[in-house]
T-cell receptor, first 120, second 112 residues
């Protein structure tokens, strides 16, 4: 079974600064997806960024980028130029990739989350 | 707006009662997933349906059951409710098995 660990329950950053949220995972699979989801006070789960394990290039989405270290099983999220609207819980998630051996294993496995506070 | 709808938004009920949570997936999505977010268990997968049939089960209690109807909406039934069942219940949908999952706004269940 796969596990996802977020060791930082809370983080804070000054507005306009850069912050990095950490995530490690454990899996015996060689191909998979990793995600960062944002959950603002509205509770909606919003996909921030996605990384496919077979791609060496780190994913980026505007101010959000990841540092994917496959050998270390590490997947951190960097938020640049932090804005007040970035304040939320951030969840790291794992999902298997398609394969005959993965039938019925399309679920997301989440970490425990990191609460990010933006200081004005 | 993800296109996934969930009703009701909030539900308050007493221990021992039974409730039904409803989810309407995005138009064209055949897969529906249910997740539970609680303070002690975090976000965990409960069950998945695909085109009306159960496809995968996670940490779903025997007191809980779900189904997906011919119009593809899904219901999660929670019975003999306990205080520990208080949580946010999310529904997510995707086109097929391995496609992006889109989350609904969740149903907040409070058991008193």
């Amino acid at each position: 079974a796969q596990t996802v660990t977020q060791s930082q329950p809370e983080m804070s950053v000054q507005e306009a600064e850069t912050v990095t949220l950490s995530c490690t995972y454990d899996t015996s699979e060689s191909d998979y997806y990793l995600f960062w989801y944002k959950q603002p006070p509205s509770r909606q789960m919003i996909l921030v960024i996605r990384q496919e394990a077979y791609k060496q290039q780190n994913a980026t989405e505007n101010r959000f980028s990841v540092n994917f270290q496959k050998a270390a099983k590490s997947f951190s999220l960097k938020i640049s130029d932090s804005q007040l609207g970035d304040a939320a819980m951030y969840f790291c998630a794992y999902r298997s990739r398609w394969g005959q051996s993965n039938f019925g294993n399309e679920k997301l496995t989440f970490g425990t989350g990191t609460r990010l506070t933006i200081i004005p | 707006d993800s296109g996934v709808t969930q009703t009701p938004k909030h539900l308050i009920t007493a221990t021992g009662q039974r409730v039904t949570l409803r989810c309407s997936p995005r138009s064209g999505d055949l897969s529906v997933y249910w997740y539970q977010q609680s303070l002690d268990q975090g976000l965990q997968f409960l069950i998945q349906y695909y085109n009306g049939e159960e496809r995968a089960k996670g940490n779903i209690l025997e007191r809980f059951s779900a189904q997906q109807f011919p119009d593809l909406h899904s219901e999660l039934n929670l019975s003999s409710l306990e205080l520990g069942d208080s949580a946010l219940y999310f529904c997510a949908s995707s086109v097929g098995h391995w496609d992006e999952q889109y989350f609904g706004p969740g149903t907040r269940l409070t058991v008193t």
